[in-house]
């Protein structure tokens, strides 16, 4: 008994001495809740595609190809990163998904990964096909920067960017999808990219959202990238709700679901309303993060009333 509680004592002093070094490069990935700052970064990324369209007169005329590309912009995993570090913090905002251009493209040529993503439970199988070239479609996405805001030193647009020399690589999970355009790896790259470049310093602490389960290929990937430049990262995923999810919802994982389904309604009114031939053209961007009345939204509404204030939210970018 002696011996044990000596054992005990010595293992709670390591612990309490252990360096903060042994914590870093740790990832801790948890459900969570986030739907205010999510719908804010799919509001910036729906924007761009909201003033990309007015380059692609052909693209409106077809009612069709519209719905397709709402059904698109609903589906596509958002990922919001906060990323502190001894220099100061960014926020990294991304999206799965091809460049704006290799979007519109495939929808209208209607191959597979048209296909709109409605009723998935991870990110992954919000991922694309292999028809488009990934180099190919890295220059498409940089020239798109036009489309949203600039960034500044607290907001970033999480990049397409190559995966050549970076430890941030999609992997092939065996579940038939490419995990190359995962949100998650555009916002790590991203990261990396401007660790690189000295825009912001490693050793940092990472807090972050993501709209979906992270998949194998991309858990994967942000542990090579936290072992590589010392970063803690904790990141909250929101589980999509079934058609069981409780009125009044109690556990975490509830609460996680009951979160994804506001942020579904708040995306679904945001992308009606912005992906509308009627409201294309001379567009301005919304600034990073997103506009504040969307917190308003969700702190005041249930469901119900979330609903019924879809004209209100509507008419936020005149
Ligand atoms: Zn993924």
Request: hydrophobic fraction near 35%; glycine fraction near 6%.
């Amino acid at each position: 008994m002696k011996h044990a509680l000596t054992i005990f004592r010595v293992s709670l002093l390591t612990v309490v001495l252990l360096p903060h070094a042994l914590w870093a490069g740790v990832v801790n990935i948890e459900p969570g809740a986030a739907s205010a700052k999510l719908a804010k970064t799919a509001q910036v990324h729906t924007t761009a595609f909201q003033i990309a369209l007015a380059d692609h007169p052909e693209f409106l005329k077809s009612g069709k190809q519209m719905r397709k590309l709402r059904a698109k912009l609903r589906g596509q995993t958002i990922a919001r990163v906060e990323y502190m570090h001894p220099g100061g913090t960014r926020v990294y905002h991304g999206r799965s998904g091809h460049s704006i251009r290799s979007t519109l493209a495939s929808l209208k040529s209607g191959n597979r990964s048209s296909r709109p993503s409605e009723g998935t439970t991870t990110s992954g199988s919000d991922s694309e096909t292999s028809l488009v070239d990934l180099s190919d479609d890295v220059a498409a996405d940089a020239a798109e920067q036009v489309y949203y805001p600039e960034n500044t030193r607290e907001d970033a647009r999480a990049r397409l960017l190559p995966e050549e020399e970076s430890v941030v690589q999609a992997r092939d999970i065996g579940d038939g999808h490419v995990h190359a355009w995962d949100a998650e790896i555009k916002v790590f790259r991203t990261i990396e990219n401007d660790i690189r470049t000295g825009v912001v310093l490693p050793g940092g602490k990472i807090t972050g959202y993501v709209s979906k389960t992270i998949c194998a290929s991309c858990r994967a990937a942000i542990e090579e990238f936290a072992g590589e430049f010392d970063v803690t990262v904790d990141l909250y995923e929101m589980i999509e709700a079934g058609k069981d999810l409780p009125r009044t919802p109690t556990t975490v994982i509830e609460k996680s679901q009951a979160s994804s389904r506001h942020l579904a309604k708040a995306r679904k009114i945001d992308v009606d309303h912005r992906i509308d031939p009627q409201r294309i053209g001379n567009r301005r961007h919304v600034s990073w993060p997103g506009e504040a009345r969307i917190d308003a939204f969700f702190l005041e509404e249930s469901a119900q009333r979330a609903t019924e204030d879809a004209g209100e939210l509507a008419a936020c970018d005149r």
